[in-house]
């Protein structure tokens, strides 16, 4: 039987955590190359493993739209270093 993992572990060592949102586009928080404003979420966790970060979280978020009558539904990574 496999032991449970230790979720504490990967929190580890992390000093600085950034989020990403496909519904949000802000520039790199450590060069000012990228990810683009027009790359998708995919691009934006590769630029910043780039960066030396690992991936702590994916997954999907449901907001409401401005005007308040529709959702949307987001994906979200968080990730760390």
Known sequence: MNPQPDFGDIMQGIREVI???SNIR???SHCSTGPGLDDDVGEGINHYLGHGFRILHVGQETQWAPDG???WHVTVAILGK
């Open 26 to 28: 802000k520039p790199c």
């Open 19 to 21: 989020q990403l949102s």
């Open 69 to 71: 009558k529709q959702l």
